[in-house]
């Protein structure tokens, strides 16, 4: 979890639990989803914090986390009331933050992006790559990250787009 170079997170119990809720959840994302997503959020906004205190890249930044409970809405792991929860949540975790300066997208057609998955073999993602739920999945999150780069994008943030369908893994 290096933020920059000489700076480097050790978030000891937050990953863990983020780890342990991420395996449960692939068991059983109606029972996790909940859990999963609101452990990630807040690791996420520990991880921010950290960032603006010394500078540095984020794979992921916290806005973007809404899209992959919006995903599992969609798919009916968690209800409307839960979702809108998630919600009060996240956005009470991102009011705070300061948007970032640049955004890379790296963007990859479903089809691309189920390959690499396969071809990466990380325990608790083969659905994704296998099944027809896992490309819905995938569809959706798509869908999801084309919003948020726009409202970005709208909000004046420079948001650069690479397209790595045929870019090597």
């Known amino acids: 979890n290096s933020l920059s170079e000489g700076h480097v997170t050790t978030l000891g119990a937050a990953e863990t639990e983020v780890g342990e809720l991420f395996a449960l959840y692939c068991e059983d994302p109606k029972q996790y989803a909940m859990a999963f997503q609101i452990a990630v959020a807040r690791d996420r906004k520990l991880k921010t914090e950290q960032l603006i205190a010394h500078g540095g890249i984020m794979e992921r930044f916290l806005p973007e986390d809404i899209v992959f409970m919006w995903a599992n809405y969609v798919q009916g792991n968690v ?13 009470a975790l991102t009011r705070s933050v300061p948007a970032p300066d640049v955004v890379v997208w790296l963007q990859a057609d479903v089809p691309t992006c189920q390959g690499r998955i396969r071809e990466r073999g990380r325990a608790g993602e083969e659905w994704l790559a296998k099944t027809e739920g896992g490309k819905d999945y995938l569809t959706i999150l798509d869908a ?8 970005l994008m709208r909000s004046g943030a420079a948001v650069l787009t690479v397209d790595c369908t045929s870019a090597p893994a």
């Open 79 to 91: 209800t409307l009331d839960q979702f809108m929860e998630y919600r009060r949540e996240h956005d």
């Open 144 to 151: 999801g990250y084309t919003e948020v780069m726009s409202h």
